[in-house]
């Protein structure tokens, strides 16, 4: 397979700073290296620069950084679109509001292309709110709103000619909900597998049920992994910590299903925040799932020490 990867330093999307060395640290760690060793070609498009932008004023007074995150989302779905091209491209973030782009792009191809595109949202938090219901007013939990056509964004970030239905969505691993987000996704229909389904069902037969529709429906598949789907036991560089989290054996699962399906067609690494890490551990965990995610299997994979 041909990979391109495209940094997106964006850390305006998150109240700390740091996660604009994401991208950084994820090469550092050997991300194109791993990729190559897998037999896959790649390509390294650099990084996306936003063009400024003005944006009217919102009556949420908390929103911060509004106009860096609009700007930010109408370079990343641009380069994120291009990026399709003949080729798998994996996005590195910066904070999760880059996937507000991303998904947009990748919505953009998939139209284009005339199949259906799904996403895969690995995530402690569901980033569904709107910039009317976010009290935080941090905009890395508003993309996945954003990218599903939710009302409440016109005038301030970019016009949505592409969105994924919000019924092609399923979030897995949540455990840190929002009563506004709770809401707004059973009103629209996402699927939701929080932490207790998973402890009672497993992770493999929720996830298996979901890949099964991606295939029946020919579909593309977009997944997005936030550090903090992770237990910050294994994971750490994250700023958004939530006790509880997927195990490393779990997450490693989720990674070699993935490939098994053959389904995957794009993918965010974000939330990395290398300020916050012990030793390179999170990157290099990071860089392992995705090698998972992308054909290695438990007996080539290589033992850390730290």
């Not at 896959?40 to 936003?50: A, F, I, N, Q, S």
């Not at 016109?154 to 092609?168: I, L």
């Not at 949540?174 to 389904?197: C, I, K, N, Q, Y």
């Not at 993918?267 to 925040?273: C, K, R």
Request: glycine residues 10%; negative net charge.
């Amino acid at each position: 397979m041909h990979c391109k990867i495209l940094g997106a330093p964006v850390q305006d999307g998150t109240g700390r700073m740091g996660c604009e060395m994401g991208p950084s640290a994820l090469r550092t760690a050997g991300l194109g290296h791993a990729l190559i060793e897998l037999g896959h070609t790649l390509t390294d498009l650099g990084t996306v620069v936003p063009v400024p932008v003005a944006v009217a004023q919102h009556s949420n007074k908390a929103l911060k950084a509004l106009p860096q995150i609009s700007a930010w989302t109408a370079a990343i779905a641009e380069a994120a679109y291009a990026a399709c091209v003949d080729a798998m491209p994996i996005f590195l973030g910066g904070d999760h509001s880059i996937s507000a782009g991303t998904v947009s792009g990748v919505a953009r191809h998939a139209a284009e292309t005339g199949r259906p595109l799904f996403v895969l949202w690995l995530d402690a938090h569901p980033d569904f709110h709107t910039l009317d219901t976010t009290a935080s007013g941090n905009l890395h939990g508003v993309p996945l709103a954003y990218a599903s056509g939710l009302p409440g964004f016109e005038g301030y970030f970019p016009d949505r000619a592409f969105t994924v239905d919000p019924k092609r969505v399923c979030t897995l691993g949540l455990r840190s909900v929002d009563p506004a987000e709770r809401e707004a996704l059973f009103r629209v229909g996402v699927t939701v597998h929080d932490m207790r389904m998973i402890d009672e069902h497993g992770m493999a037969p929720l996830l298996r049920a979901f890949l099964e529709r991606v295939r029946q429906e020919n579909g593309l598949l977009h997944v997005s992994l936030d550090v903090d789907f992770l237990d910050p036991f294994i994971a750490p560089a994250v700023g958004t910590t939530v006790p509880g989290g997927a195990t490393f054996r779990e997450a490693h699962l989720v990674m070699e299903m993935l490939h098994d399906s053959g389904l995957v067609t794009s993918l965010d690494l974000v939330e990395l925040n290398p300020f916050l890490d012990e030793r390179g551990r999170t990157a290099s965990l990071i860089v392992d799932l995705t090698a998972s995610l992308m054909g290695r299997r438990i007996m080539d994979r290589p033992t850390r020490s730290f």
